[in-house]
């Protein structure tokens, strides 16, 4: 089945230590994107890629990075992990306007991550 | 800047019982609306997508109706089972490709 996958499910790093999550898509999306879930909230948009082109949030802080090296995978580093960045991480495609059709947004399981 | 609201913030039916989600937002400009389901530690799963020209879309016990000129969506579950409960999140894109989300609903459907 199509689907759009995170690896890991949960990480743990130490305070300060970077660490990658990583995301892949069997759905052939132009667009994928990283949310910030933090308990009992909304998910928070950090930023997106529309094919290679790269869209940052403008409260994102800079210790949030994201690489898109093929239409399957997209990775997030967070650079020096605080306290406050534990949090649920969710990755999502679609296909993007200009392919038209409904532009349906399809959400991975998520990441939890831990900082110690 | 669009804002998107969800009442109740926490609901609890007996099971069977017909029940609706309210979902409203400030901007009618949209382009479409997402309704999602959260369970607990999990990924968001899409339930049902209405476009700006649409009015409502079925699946199954699931019904979800937008008036965007009033800046409103429903989502109506019907006869509910102990395995509705989760947290139901609403959505909407706008000009861009990127989501609003509302604050969920906790529906608890109890035995």
């Known amino acids: 089945d199509a689907m759009v996958i995170q690896n890991p499910r949960y990480q743990v790093t130490q305070f300060g230590k970077p660490v990658t999550l990583s995301c892949s898509q069997t759905l052939n999306h132009n667009v994928m994107y990283w949310y910030q879930q933090k308990s009992s909230q909304a998910p928070k948009l950090l930023f997106h890629y529309y094919d290679k082109d790269f869209n940052n949030e403008a409260d994102t802080p800079d210790n949030f990075q994201s690489r898109r090296p093929n239409t399957s995978f997209c990775f997030l580093d967070i650079r020096s992990p605080g306290l406050g960045d534990a949090a649920m991480y969710l990755c999502?495609?679609?296909?993007?306007?200009?392919?038209?059709?409904?532009?349906?947004?399809?959400f991975g399981p998520g990441t939890r991550l831990t900082v110690l | 800047k669009q804002e998107v609201t969800q009442i109740p913030a926490a609901l609890s039916v007996p099971e069977g019982e017909n029940l609706v989600l309210n979902c409203s937002f400030t901007d009618s400009a949209i382009y479409n609306l997402q309704w999602f389901r959260q369970d607990p530690g999990k990924g968001l799963t899409s339930l049902l997508l209405i476009q700006s020209s649409q009015r409502e879309q079925t699946s199954g016990r699931l019904n979800a109706s937008l008036d965007k000129s009033s800046g409103r969506s429903t989502l109506y579950i019907a006869a509910s089972q102990p395995g509705d409960s989760a947290t139901y999140l609403c959505?909407?894109?706008?000009?861009?490709?990127?989501?609003?989300f509302g604050k969920g609903t906790k529906l608890t459907v109890n035995p």
């Open positions: 959505a909407v894109m706008g000009g861009s490709e990127k989501l609003v």
């Open positions: 999502a495609t679609s296909r993007g306007k200009n392919s038209g059709g409904h532009n349906e947004q399809f």
